[in-house]
């Protein structure tokens, strides 16, 4: 019922920004944190960052931290994940996901997510 659906991706230089967009379905959105994930080319789908509800806390993987930003925009039900200085092991399928999990420790984990978009595919040439 509830769906997520990403945007944003695309072919990029090394060291260049892009700026992800997961539009989520009406009325519920605040009652979630929203997660980033990604899966890189061979790679099992890996945990990216997260943020919590309202905005209040936001978390990151540490190789990506300093370079991505996560935010979210719950008036029009939108979460962005803003990259820059984007190098090619960023290249991957970005996925948007959703958790009504009210416990920190399981929101860098794919198991505490109960609705996932369908993925962006990011790819960062050198």
């Known amino acids: 019922q509830v769906q997520l659906v990403e945007s944003g991706g695309g072919l990029v230089q090394a060291g260049g920004s892009l700026r992800l967009t997961c539009a989520v379905s009406?009325?519920?959105?605040?009652?979630?944190?929203m997660g980033w994930f990604r899966q890189q080319p061979g790679k099992e789908r890996t945990y990216v960052g997260c943020?919590?509800?309202?905005?209040?806390?936001?978390y990151y993987l540490d190789s990506v931290k300093g370079r991505f930003t996560i935010s979210r925009d719950d008036a029009n039900n939108l979460l962005y994940l803003q990259m820059n200085s984007l190098k090619p092991e960023d290249t991957a399928v970005y996925y948007c996901?959703?958790?009504?999990?009210?416990?920190?420790?399981?929101?860098?984990?794919?198991?505490?997510?109960?609705?996932w978009g369908q993925g962006t595919q990011v790819t960062v040439s050198s």
């Open positions: 996901a959703a958790t009504r999990s009210w416990y920190m420790n399981s929101w860098s984990q794919s198991e505490a997510y109960d609705y």
């Open positions: 009406e009325g519920v959105f605040t009652n979630y944190t």
């Open positions: 943020i919590s509800r309202i905005g209040a806390y936001t």
